[in-house]
Every structure is written in C-alpha cells, then in structure tokens.
C-alpha cells in the first residue's frame, strides 16, 4: 500500500527531476521515493552517531590504540 504526499519543490529542483526522470526513463515519483530512503537512512546514521558520541559509558580510544588493535 502507498500513501499521496503532495510537495513542492522549486522549479528548478523539479526540472533537475523532470531531466533525470527522462534520462533514466523512471518515474519522478520512483526518484522522489529514493532519495526520500536515502535521507532517512542517512539520518538514522547521524543519530545513532550522536547517541554513541553523548553515551558517557561508550569508551573512546585514542588513534595510536585503533591502530595497535588493527595491527597497523
């Protein structure tokens, strides 16, 4: 099932959709679709990030104790 969200986007990011949506003979909606994923995955990234970066009880290692660990 899908869901219609309607967006607007400025002209000239809808034309940059329109060329690509033609180029790859794919919907716009199929584009608008990726990247959409695309940015959520990439926030979650970011946040899971942050929550490690803030996590008092996450230990944090030096570059030199990376290295030893790899045995670079």
Known sequence: ??????IRLPEEVADLLDK????TE????????KA???YLEEFADAQIA?????????????T???R???GL
């Open 1 to 6: 099932m899908s869901s219609t969200i309607s």
């Open 20 to 23: 690509v949506a033609e180029e």
């Open 26 to 33: 794919r919907s716009r909606s199929f584009h608008v679709q």
């Open 36 to 38: 959409v994923l695309k």
């Open 50 to 62: 942050l929550d490690r970066l803030r996590d008092k009880d996450d230990p944090v290692i030096t």
């Open 64 to 66: 030199a104790e990376l």
């Open 68 to 70: 030893a660990t790899l």
